[in-house]
């Protein structure tokens, strides 16, 4: 009887393995698969966990990287890519002007819906809405007092991680190709410094974004 349940088990253990992998090669034959540039600028602060901005701190920002998409379906993508970030702020304590810049690599992954002709646009364009996660690694941290710059890697923690929102419009152009105008969020759910708590990145930005 044993043998018989192993044998049973075993059967059912390969027909779901054929299932997966059917499914996943259907879905592969299906996905189109397109990557290049993307570029922003924008305006970064720290602040307490979920609150969206602290006004009094930001600080200009920029941003590039590579970007990949895999378009599953007509309304559904996964992005991913690799960009540059500078993160920090800028604030005054006791008349003295103080900038922290941060530099992190950063990591994407994003779920993405988009609507073309259901949603009005007639020659091509696409209404997108992008979420998901994002890790960051620290490359550099510095601080600037009145203009006196000195290092402060060792007082920030090396990862940073949290969710990504982007809202934009895609336009195609030059016949295969996809330029993507973006509206970004970025909230970080990691503390930022190991000597002062409750400080998290936050970061809004417009980017530009070119797909091959």
């Known amino acids: 009887m044993k043998q018989k349940k192993n044998d049973s088990g075993k059967r059912l253990y390969s027909l779901i393995l054929v299932g997966v992998l059917t499914i996943g090669l259907s879905l592969a034959s299906k996905a189109q698969m397109s990557y290049g540039i993307k ?15 602290n006004n009094c701190d930001v600080r200009f920002s920029p ?15 996964l992005k991913s890519g690799l960009e540059y970030q500078q993160k920090g702020r ?3 304590e006791d008349h003295v002007d103080i900038t922290n810049k941060l530099q992190y690599l950063s990591l ?12 009005g646009f007639k020659k091509g ?8 996660p994002y890790l960051s690694y620290m490359l550099d941290a510095e601080a600037k007092l009145d203009g006196i710059a000195f ?8 990862f940073d991680a949290g969710l990504g929102l982007e809202l934009g419009m895609e336009f195609p152009v030059f016949n295969q ?10 909230m970080g759910f990691v503390e930022v410094y190991k000597s002062e708590a409750d400080l998290h990145n936050k970061m809004a930005s417009v980017s ?3 797909l091959f």
């Not at 994407?108 to 949603?119: C, D, H, N, T, W």
């Open 39 to 53: 570029i922003g600028t924008g305006v970064t602060c720290q602040s307490d966990l979920l609150e969206l901005a």
């Open 63 to 77: 941003t590039i990287g590579f970007v990949g998409k895999y378009q599953l379906n007509e309304g559904f993508a």
């Open 90 to 92: 800028s604030f005054t």
């Open 108 to 119: 994407p992954v994003k779920a993405e819906f988009s609507a073309g002709e259901k949603a």
């Open 125 to 132: 364009q696409r209404l997108y809405f992008a979420v998901g």
């Open 151 to 158: 290092d402060m890697k060792s007082d920030t923690k090396d």
């Open 177 to 186: 190709k996809a330029l993507q105008v973006g509206l970004n969020y970025d």
């Open 208 to 210: 530009l974004g070119l």
